[in-house]
């Protein structure tokens, strides 16, 4: 096989995956058939390369495998992913997802700078519509829609189980939902609690996260420790950089013990 030919210059037109192998390899016969099948399911996406280790050995060593399987993504004649060992194939599709080149991340990405206006969150809702196949735009656009409209942005994390890469902010996004869903039981941190809601629903985010962490010193446990989950997603969907969140994380975490 011409290395060069076969893999550095056909990165420059698409993505190759190389699976340096061995045919004494238990793993490698393991894994072989795998990433051979997602090969061919997703021939549109990427290109496939077996490289045996025995018939090519300084290519091998030029790309430092010390053990396989061993499966490199090259683009543009460069490495920029790689995975050791016989994967399943979740984890397999994982990686590649997160890691194949694709024009509409990049799309998505510029996207992203734009949403906080009003026609820049059309642009993402539509981007969304059009690529349901990506969780991370779906997600992003839950977390500008969970204060204002938060059963759509429930609905667009209802895919996203725990194990997910998204999970946290899935999770985020549902229970900052269920805390504007909330009634008061009656109980002086259920109306604390109410007054937060009301107080973030009317635009003023410091007053109600003073009274969030109010409602985690007065009951840790209250509704299934919603306000610790709550204040948990709040800090982590506006951001450490944010001031709210570097003004009262410590408080909260204070009021925690």
């Known amino acids: 096989m011409d290395f060069n030919t076969a893999v550095l210059e056909r990165s420059y037109e698409r993505p190759v995956v190389v699976d340096f192998w061995a045919p ?21 996406k990427w290109d496939l390369v077996k490289l ?19 499966v490199k993504l090259f683009y543009e004649g460069e490495v920029i992913a790689e995975f ?24 998505f990405e510029s996207l992203l ?4 206006e009003p026609e820049g969150l059309a642009k993402l809702e539509a981007f969304v519509a059009e690529n349901p196949d990506l969780p991370a735009a779906a997600v992003s656009l839950a977390k500008h829609l969970v204060f204002t409209e938060p059963e759509r942005a429930v609905d667009l994390v209802a895919t996203i189980k725990l194990g ?4 946290d902010t899935a999770e985020d996004v549902r229970s900052i939902a ?8 009656g109980s002086p941190a259920g109306e604390v609690l109410a007054g937060a809601q009301a107080s973030l629903l009317q635009g003023e985010g410091e007053t109600a996260i003073q009274q969030i962490i109010q409602a985690v010193t007065l009951d840790k ?16 969907i506006l951001g450490n950089a944010h001031p709210l969140t570097k003004n009262y994380r410590w408080r909260f975490d204070m009021a925690l013990y």
């Open 113 to 116: 700078e734009e949403a906080s």
């Open 178 to 185: 269920e805390f504007l869903h909330y009634e008061s039981d």
């Open 221 to 236: 446990t209250l509704a299934k420790d919603l306000p610790r989950r709550t204040a948990i997603g709040l800090f982590r």
């Open 84 to 107: 050791a060992g016989a994967q399943p194939r979740s984890v397999i599709e994982k990686w590649l997802l997160e890691h194949l080149p694709d024009d509409r991340k990049q799309n």
């Open 164 to 167: 997910d890469e998204f999970a």
């Open 24 to 44: 004494w390899c238990g793993p490698c016969r393991v894994l072989g058939p795998t990433i051979e099948k997602l090969a061919e399911e997703q021939s549109d």
């Open 52 to 70: 045996n280790t025995e018939e090519d050995p300084m290519i091998a060593q030029e790309y430092q495998i010390r053990s396989i399987p061993n």
